[in-house]
């Protein structure tokens, strides 16, 4: 009986959770995401992730930011799958999570350390880089959309390359 009981209070609250930031979270991934297939696919795999976590027991301190981060992982990995050959992404420059566990720790360590360095970054700079390097999206699709110029675009992207670069280099592994 106590495991019904504990069962349904977890169903519970995971339903709060999908009821209270579902629809943030599926405008958020929608302003990204161009085909609308694609974001619910996207809204649903987070929230299966969700469901796996709690099922897991995995503790989660701060829900909503974790589902916003996993929506942004998702939305960069439907991303790289649609990178054109021969243009390199993040994915080719960190190292492989199937090299054994000296890579995945050291994977582990530059995203947190990239993920940390672009939380540094100012809001105009790192929305746009995100934008480019993360979404795909064009300067041009960019300035329509936020009405600045592609020049400053691409000064706040340039800005933003030259920070990261410079953090970047301090990190030991």
Do not use: C
Request: glycine share 4%; proline share 3%.
């Amino acid at each position: 009986m106590e495991d019904v009981l504990s069962i349904a209070a977890e169903n519970l609250r995971i339903t709060e959770v999908i009821e209270r930031e579902g629809r943030r979270l599926g405008e958020f991934i929608r302003r990204r995401v161009d085909d609308q297939a694609d974001a619910e696919d996207i809204l649903q795999d987070v929230f299966y992730e969700l469901i796996e976590a709690y099922r897991r027991m995995i503790p989660i301190e701060q829900v909503g930011a974790w589902l916003y981060r996993v929506a942004r992982n998702r939305i960069i990995d439907r991303f790289r799958k649609k990178r054109p050959e021969g243009e390199a992404g993040l994915e080719e420059l960190l190292p492989s999570r199937e090299a054994g566990p000296e890579a995945t720790y050291a994977r582990s360590v530059l995203e947190e350390e990239i993920e940390a360095a672009l939380d540094e970054l100012p809001a105009e700079q790192r929305e746009v880089f995100v934008a480019h390097e993360f979404e795909g999206r064009s300067f041009k699709q960019l300035s329509e959309e936020t009405g600045v110029s592609i020049n400053t675009l691409l000064a706040r992207k340039h800005y933003a390359v030259l920070y990261l670069r410079k953090r970047l280099r301090e990190i030991s592994l």
